[in-house]
């Protein structure tokens, strides 16, 4: 996988992000002395490579489809098993087909119904003992607060967690953050869209001068 270097004179007749409603996404400070801007990123094996925000190119990781799209946040941060000192973060917007967060959300649904099963198990059964007088679960009380315990844990993290887990694995003073879990298909799109429209724009460019 390479990645080629980005032109900045092209990239200021470019406006890749036209299509997708970039009114919505925040405008965050781009200083001149930050290495890289919201639309710049290196890929380094299956790292990512970019600075406090990023605006990935309009193309569906999974799919490859560009059109009919939605922005998508995300907000990496150190595993939890990590020890940090100071726990650093950055925002990532990647962009998915609109068919695609319709089935998220659709499964988001689910995932809080059975969360509700979940902390049914966790507290009605002690509650139906208490209430009855009588240990007529006897062991399966205990077993079953157990398992709604574990089920909501995963219904959660289902919820948070439904497209890609990002993590940010290593950053570097003053705003390099290193970040992984898309994979190797997923960050080709990412340059190959890169690519295309940095092509278009010098195209445009040379028509019209």
């Keep these: 996988m390479t990645d080629s270097s980005i032109n900045d004179s092209d990239r200021e007749d470019?406006?890749?992000?036209a299509v997708i409603s970039v009114e919505q996404i925040d405008p965050f400070n781009q200083s001149e002395t930050r290495r890289f801007r919201m639309d710049q990123f290196e890929v380094q094996g299956l790292?990512?490579?970019?600075?406090?925000?990023?605006?990935l190119p309009p193309v569906c990781?999974?799919?490859g489809e560009t059109d009919d799209l939605v922005a998508v946040r995300s907000r990496p941060q150190y595993p939890s098993m990590k020890l940090v000192l100071h726990q650093r973060t950055c925002e990532v917007t990647f962009f998915i087909?609109?068919?695609?967060?319709?089935t998220r959300r659709q499964r988001q649904i689910i995932c809080f119904i059975l969360m509700l099963v979940g902390f049914e198990l966790l507290f009605s059964l002690p509650l139906l003992t208490s209430l009855s007088g009588l240990n007529?679960?006897?062991?399966?009380t205990g077993f079953g607060q157990f398992i709604g315990a574990?089920?909501?844990f995963i219904c959660i993290n289902a919820i948070q967690h439904n497209f890609l887990r990002l993590v940010l694995t290593r950053f570097e003073k003053p705003d390099s953050f290193w970040i992984r879990g898309f994979k190797e298909t997923h960050l080709?799109?990412?340059?190959?869209?890169?690519?295309?429209?940095?092509?278009?724009?010098?195209?445009?460019?040379?028509?019209s001068s």
């Design 150 to 152: 574990i089920w909501i």
């Design 14 to 17: 470019l406006n890749p992000y």
């Design 97 to 102: 087909t609109s068919r695609m967060m319709r």
């Design 47 to 55: 790292l990512l490579l970019c600075g406090p925000t990023l605006v």
């Design 136 to 140: 007529l679960l006897g062991n399966f």
């Design 61 to 63: 990781p999974f799919t």
């Design 188 to 207: 080709q799109r990412f340059l190959d869209c890169r690519e295309a429209l940095l092509r278009s724009a010098h195209q445009r460019k040379t028509q």
